[in-house]
């Protein structure tokens, strides 16, 4: 419009900043594509990184927590507990698939990641926020965790092996335990039915104990070979054991006493019989003894108690008062036991038959009455005896010359002996 000569060369400037304009919008359009594009790229790969620290942390987790079960020490004491753990370790095999399901997941995730940033050139540091986990540290765990798997088999494995070692030494003592058990207990039985048997003459019975010891003590490698058994289970710390209620000690105990039991039946018997042949007894009046002896020993066991042996005095017709009932219990039973043994009751009978030991048994009566001073008073006369055997024995005893007794302590030993004229006074 302006007919300029060179408007050719500014309709060429003109046209330059124009194609200039267009490609720096082209360029800008490129860029903010770029940009969205990137974005939603590192949006997906913000998202993977979140399901992946959602996912590893909890699988790491599972994986530590079943590294110290598969390393957890055990303490069993039976093929139950034993076949327990070994159906729980089952139990734990039959996850891994689904665990190494889980593990490739979280893998296939971080490849996901890897893929993305190599696909489309990002060349950022990519570090999850999210999570510490690597998917080194996984791997590591997971191939120690597939390593501890068969190490436990062995260990479970080996543990059933010596507990059925354990159940066949439990056995094999409670076999013999059962049968030992009981054998004592009838030998014992036997002893005590012969110790007692009325029938027969004594050298019956000592014939018949003779046979049984010779058994008994044929017996002994039997206790000798559960000793052995028993010592197996100790080295093999086997604490229980669910076939017997026998144990060693129990066994042991019962050993020892039967040994005892029969050696000293076989002693009481050689006593009866010494005791018989030196007092001129006759098989009948041994009869009558134990006879009376096994009727009133209650209990069976072969010794009369205290109120059983009052019975059968009583029975023979004792007039028995407390004093004279003390003065014979400390003839038939000296140590105080309480109980009075067939061989004390022999003797006992024999002597009150023989009417021996009479000043003894007077001196007995006055001790007791004294409390066990070798002196007694005249109060303690006046007040244990009638009043007519009170003067009579105040009027005869001699004082006690002693040392140590009061003024008017009486002598009631040299009065005893003097009364059944053992001496001269």
Same mark, same amino acid.
């Given at each position: 419009?302006?007919?300029?000569?060179?408007?050719?060369?500014?309709?060429? &400037?003109?046209?330059?900043?124009?194609? =200039?304009?267009?490609?720096?919008? *082209?360029? %800008?359009?490129?860029?903010?594509?770029?940009?969205?594009? *990137?974005?939603?790229?590192?949006?997906?790969?913000?998202?993977?990184?979140?399901?992946?620290?959602?996912?590893?942390?909890?699988?790491?987790?599972?994986?530590?927590?079943?590294?110290?079960?598969?390393?957890?020490?055990?303490?069993?004491?039976?093929? !139950?507990?034993?076949?327990?753990?070994?159906?729980?370790? !089952?139990?734990?095999?039959? %996850?891994?698939p689904e665990a190494d399901t889980e593990r490739q997941a979280i893998l296939g995730i971080h490849n996901e990641v890897q893929k993305i940033s190599q696909s489309y050139g990002i060349k950022a540091n990519i570090i999850n926020p999210y999570s510490t986990i690597t998917t080194e540290e996984?791997? +590591?765990?997971?191939?120690?965790?597939?390593?501890?798997?068969?190490?436990?088999?062995?260990?479970?494995?080996? !543990?059933?092996?010596?507990?059925?070692?354990?159940?066949? =030494?439990?056995?094999?003592?409670?076999? /013999?335990?059962?049968?030992?058990? @009981?054998?004592? /207990?009838?030998?014992?039985?036997?002893?005590? &039915?012969?110790? =007692?048997?009325?029938g027969g003459t004594l050298e019956d019975q000592m014939t018949q104990l003779k046979q049984m010891e010779h058994v008994i003590i044929a017996y002994k490698p039997n206790i000798d070979k559960l000793e052995g058994d028993h010592q197996l289970i100790q080295e093999s710390l086997i604490f229980?054991?669910?076939?017997?209620?026998?144990?060693?000690?129990?066994?042991?105990?019962?050993?020892?006493?039967?040994? %005892?039991?029969?050696?000293? *039946?076989?002693?009481?018997?050689?006593?009866?019989?010494?005791?018989?042949?030196? +007092?001129?007894?006759?098989?009948?009046?041994?009869?009558?003894? &134990?006879?009376?002896?096994?009727?009133?020993?209650?209990?069976?066991?072969?010794?009369?108690? *205290?109120?059983?042996? &009052?019975?059968?005095?009583?029975?023979?017709?004792?007039?028995?008062?407390?004093?004279?009932?003390?003065?014979?219990?400390?003839?038939?039973?000296?140590?105080?036991?309480?109980?009075?043994?067939?061989?004390?009751?022999?003797?006992?009978?024999?002597?009150?038959?023989?009417?021996?030991?009479?000043?003894?048994?007077?001196?007995?009566?006055?001790?007791? =009455?004294?409390?066990?001073?070798?002196?007694?008073?005249?109060?303690?006369?006046?007040?244990?005896? @009638?009043?007519?055997?009170?003067?009579?024995?105040?009027?005869?005893?001699?004082?006690?010359? #002693?040392? #140590?007794?009061?003024?008017?302590?009486?002598?009631? %030993?040299?009065?005893?002996?003097?009364?059944?004229?053992?001496?001269?006074?």
């Amino acid at each position: 419009e302006l007919d300029y000569h060179d408007i050719a060369s500014i309709n060429q &400037r003109c046209q330059s900043i124009c194609d =200039l304009w267009d490609k720096l919008g *082209t360029l %800008t359009q490129k860029r903010r594509e770029a940009l969205e594009r *990137t974005e939603k790229l590192l949006e997906t790969i913000d998202q993977l990184f979140l399901e992946f620290a959602k996912r590893s942390a909890p699988f790491n987790n599972w994986m530590e927590g079943a590294m110290e079960d598969l390393q957890d020490m055990f303490i069993v004491h039976t093929i !139950e507990e034993v076949q327990s753990l070994i159906a729980a370790h !089952e139990q734990f095999k039959a %996850t891994l698939p689904e665990a190494d399901t889980e593990r490739q997941a979280i893998l296939g995730i971080h490849n996901e990641v890897q893929k993305i940033s190599q696909s489309y050139g990002i060349k950022a540091n990519i570090i999850n926020p999210y999570s510490t986990i690597t998917t080194e540290e996984l791997l +590591k765990q997971w191939e120690k965790v597939k390593m501890l798997v068969p190490q436990r088999d062995g260990s479970l494995q080996e !543990e059933m092996a010596r507990q059925h070692a354990h159940e066949r =030494l439990r056995r094999q003592f409670a076999a /013999q335990a059962n049968l030992i058990g @009981p054998w004592i /207990q009838a030998r014992m039985e036997e002893i005590g &039915r012969c110790s =007692l048997e009325i029938g027969g003459t004594l050298e019956d019975q000592m014939t018949q104990l003779k046979q049984m010891e010779h058994v008994i003590i044929a017996y002994k490698p039997n206790i000798d070979k559960l000793e052995g058994d028993h010592q197996l289970i100790q080295e093999s710390l086997i604490f229980d054991n669910k076939h017997t209620n026998y144990t060693m000690e129990h066994i042991r105990v019962g050993w020892e006493l039967l040994l %005892t039991t029969i050696a000293r *039946t076989i002693n009481e018997i050689e006593t009866q019989i010494l005791t018989r042949d030196a +007092k001129g007894i006759s098989q009948q009046q041994m009869n009558e003894f &134990r006879s009376s002896f096994n009727h009133f020993d209650r209990k069976k066991n072969g010794a009369m108690e *205290t109120d059983d042996f &009052r019975a059968c005095l009583i029975s023979m017709g004792y007039d028995l008062g407390e004093v004279e009932f003390a003065r014979i219990m400390m003839l038939v039973d000296q140590n105080a036991t309480g109980i009075v043994s067939f061989q004390s009751f022999i003797d006992f009978m024999t002597r009150e038959t023989a009417d021996t030991d009479t000043a003894e048994q007077v001196v007995a009566s006055f001790r007791i =009455l004294a409390a066990d001073k070798p002196y007694i008073l005249v109060d303690e006369l006046r007040r244990e005896l @009638p009043p007519e055997q009170a003067e009579y024995c105040i009027m005869r005893m001699p004082p006690y010359k #002693g040392p #140590g007794a009061p003024p008017g302590a009486l002598d009631y %030993t040299a009065f005893s002996t003097a009364l059944y004229g053992e001496s001269d006074l």
